[in-house]
């Protein structure tokens, strides 16, 4: 499974972005997909999961602000980010959990700074 992330880049507080993730390779259909992102100095944290099914649950700290959708025919997962804060400054990593297996992609950097 290989994952292409894109859609990062500078934006400044209160701004939106959209991270786009196609997975291609041997997907399963029931796969679960989502983001997770590592600030500076920080360990990697789960921002937010789809489900198959299209159920979500996301991170405290990004609750109301960002939406994670999936289209299923294109093997594709987006987080769409808005109000972004400076603390939301992170690399963005998207993921594949499939056959208890994880995959990554190669992360995609969020800046959010004046």
């Known amino acids: 499974v290989q994952l292409q992330a894109s859609g990062g880049g500078l934006v400044q507080p209160g701004g939106s972005l959209r991270l786009s993730c196609e997975a291609s390779?041997?997907?399963?259909?029931?796969?679960?997909m989502g983001w997770h992102r590592q600030a500076p100095g920080k360990q990697r944290e789960l921002v937010g999961r789809i489900f198959r099914s299209g159920s979500t649950n996301y991170a405290d700290s990004v609750k109301g602000r960002f939406t994670i959708s999936r289209d299923n025919a294109k093997n594709t997962v987006y987080l769409q980010m808005n109000s972004l804060k400076p603390e939301d400054t992170a690399v963005y990593y998207c993921w594949v959990g499939q056959r208890g297996r994880d995959y990554w992609g190669q992360g995609t950097l969020v800046t959010v700074s004046s």
């Open positions: 390779g041997s997907i399963y259909s029931g796969n679960t």
